[in-house]
Structure formats: structure tokens, C-alpha cells
């Protein structure tokens, strides 16, 4: 069992930047694939980035491709998204999750530890 614990959410103004961050419980997290989704009311959770255990690997979806950026530390079992220049469309619950495998996977359904979410607005 994981335990994965997002926080850094809060309002900010259209343009801003923020970091969020997800920390991990266990010994495990360096071998884990870690990825951020978001979700809306009355949507399903899209992926947002993700990336692998040596940080060398790192996707995006082309909403967040030159706006965010997906990082991690080993050694404090943690991930993080730096996002800049949002907008209120990224206004969102933002969750983290966790997976094994080799698979840099950008389907809900891949992952198999999920957090309870930050939640991120951005005034418009």
C-alpha cells in the first residue's frame, strides 16, 4: 500500500505560477512511474505529466507542454508540478499517482496509487 499526500493548492491570478507536490509513503517511490492528472466537476481526470523513476523520461499533455513542469526527489519520496502562466481553464483538483512497471502510462486506469487531490483556481 501506498500512501500519496498532494498539497500547494490555492487560488491564484490568471498568469501566475505555482508549485504543487505530492509526497509518497514507503521505501519504493525511486522505482515508481509518478504522474499528475487533473479533474473538473462532472469530467473524468486527464492525464497531465508524467514521469520516470530516473527523471530522465518526462511526457506531457500538449495543454501543459511549455507551462508545467513535472519533477521529482528520491530522496524525500516526492513529486512536484511547477506550473506557470495559468489559466482559468487549469482551474482543477490536481492528484498524483503512482505505478509500477516500465509503461509511462497516461491512462486513469494504469495507475494504482492515487492522493486525495489539491485543488488549484485560477481567477479569471
Known amino acids: 500500500q501506498v500512501r500519496l499526500v498532494e498539497s500547494g493548492g490555492r487560488l491564484v491570478p490568471t498568469g501566475g505560477s505555482l508549485s504543487i507536490s505530492c509526497t509518497a509513503s514507503?521505501?519504493?517511490?525511486?522505482?515508481?512511474?509518478m504522474a499528475w492528472f487533473r479533474q473538473v466537476p462532472g469530467r473524468e481526470r486527464d492525464f497531465v505529466a508524467v514521469?520516470?523513476?530516473?527523471?530522465?523520461?518526462?511526457n506531457y499533455a500538449e495543454f501543459a507542454e511549455g507551462r508545467f513542469t513535472i519533477s521529482r526527489d528520491n530522496a524525500r519520496n516526492s513529486v512536484y508540478l511547477q506550473m506557470n502562466n495559468l489559466k482559468p481553464e487549469d482551474t482543477a483538483v490536481y492528484f498524483c499517482?503512482?505505478?509500477?512497471?516500465?509503461?509511462?502510462?497516461?491512462?486513469?486506469?494504469?495507475?494504482?496509487?492515487w492522493g486525495q487531490g489539491t485543488r488549484v483556481t485560477v481567477a479569471s
Open positions: 514507503g521505501d519504493r517511490f525511486p522505482g515508481y512511474i
Open positions: 514521469i520516470g523513476p530516473n527523471s530522465r523520461t518526462k
Open positions: 499517482a503512482s505505478r509500477t512497471g516500465t509503461r509511462f502510462a497516461t491512462q486513469e486506469d494504469d495507475y494504482d496509487y
